[in-house]
């Protein structure tokens, strides 16, 4: 097995493994640039497994930042019957589009 590693970004939970291309709530990084994630709740080696409490010390995942895209458009409507009260709120969040270089 290759080594991987399961990191929070955004309240959300990611399994990382090298090379691979993640969208992970925006992040404040130009495009270009490395990053380093320390927030790993998990790591593999491919052999062993490391959980964290909540997190793993010493643990990292360095990622390349390719750049930022909005996320898919959520719709959130509310009506009231029989009022004629209606809300409708559209939402599109902002991603990072990332490279994962390296965990370690």
Do not use: C, W
């Amino acid at each position: 097995m290759e080594a991987y590693a399961v990191l929070e970004s955004g309240g959300k939970q990611t399994l990382v493994k090298v090379g691979q291309k993640i969208e992970i709530e925006k992040i404040a990084v130009e495009a270009g640039q490395d990053t380093e994630l320390t927030t790993v709740l998990a790591v593999s080696d491919g052999t062993t497994l490391k959980v964290g409490k909540p997190y793993v010390e010493g643990a990292k995942v360095v990622l390349t930042v390719d750049g930022v895209i909005k996320g898919k458009k959520v719709i959130n409507f509310k009506a009231k019957r029989r009022k004629g009260d209606r809300r409708l709120v559209g939402h599109r969040q902002q991603l990072t589009v990332a490279t994962v270089k390296a965990i370690a």
